[in-house]
């Protein structure tokens, strides 16, 4: 079945540092790729998401391309702040289907 | 504002007793949908709704049930034949299937 691989956690960083957060996927066909964050204590946000091959989302700061070559979604900002101090999840979604599969998620913590 | 709004944000229940979440939407969308996270585990799906008197089984329903019995509204009930109820449950909803929009979780601790 499909399924979602990101890199373990958790990731701690100073602020101002470049963060990149893997996330490779398996699955038939072209799915839609999502990140979600998730703030301490609070439900899943939609950070951004690109819906075929070679797509860029991008959302406060942060980017991902959806590479279909390597299965890959990864995550990137140049200049984390404190404030991205979240769980951050990737998520995929079959054409057709209602369901999203997602990552076990990956903590981010930022340091002043 | 619009939002999905669940309740209560804390729930205790002893072992063996049945538990309903609340999960109310003034977004108007059709779907809407209960996830289960556990630490390290991600989000899992329980079950879903694309409209009123429908639902589908996700892959975890085994000791849980749902109605949706109106478009706002998709309470979750927890029997007591789930063996490890003890989680955060998050319920979310969607227009389109590219984006679910996700309340603030109730988590459950089973005593």
């Known amino acids: 079945g499909d399924s979602v691989t990101q890199m373990e956690g958790p990731v701690t960083l100073s602020e101002e540092a470049f963060l990149t957060i893997n996330c490779t996927y398996t699955?038939?066909?072209?799915?839609?790729l999502f990140w979600y964050v998730q703030y301490p204590g609070e439900g899943l946000q939609l950070l951004l998401k690109a819906t075929k091959a070679d797509d860029k989302g991008s959302n406060k700061g942060f980017e991902a391309t959806y590479r279909k070559e390597t299965t890959s979604f990864h995550l990137e900002k140049g200049s984390v702040q404190v404030s991205d101090s979240a769980v951050y999840f990737c998520a995929l979604r079959q054409g057709g289907s209602e369901k999203l599969v997602f990552g076990k998620g990956t903590k981010l913590t930022v340091n002043p | 504002d619009g939002g999905i709004t669940q309740s209560p944000k804390y729930l205790f229940r002893k072992e063996g007793q049945n538990v309903t979440l609340s999960c109310e939407q003034n977004l108007n969308h059709d779907a809407m949908y209960w996830y289960r996270q556990d630490p390290g585990q991600g989000l899992r799906l329980i079950y879903y709704s694309q409209i009123v008197n429908d639902f589908q089984k996700g892959d975890i329903a085994e000791g849980y049930s749902v109605s949706r019995e109106k478009k706002e509204s998709f309470p979750l009930t927890v029997t007591s034949a789930q063996k490890n109820p003890t989680a955060f449950y998050l319920c979310?909803?969607?227009?389109?299937?590219?984006?679910?929009?996700f309340g603030p979780g109730t988590r459950l601790t089973v005593l």
């Open positions: 699955a038939t066909g072209y799915p839609s």
């Open positions: 979310a909803s969607s227009r389109t299937v590219d984006e679910q929009f």
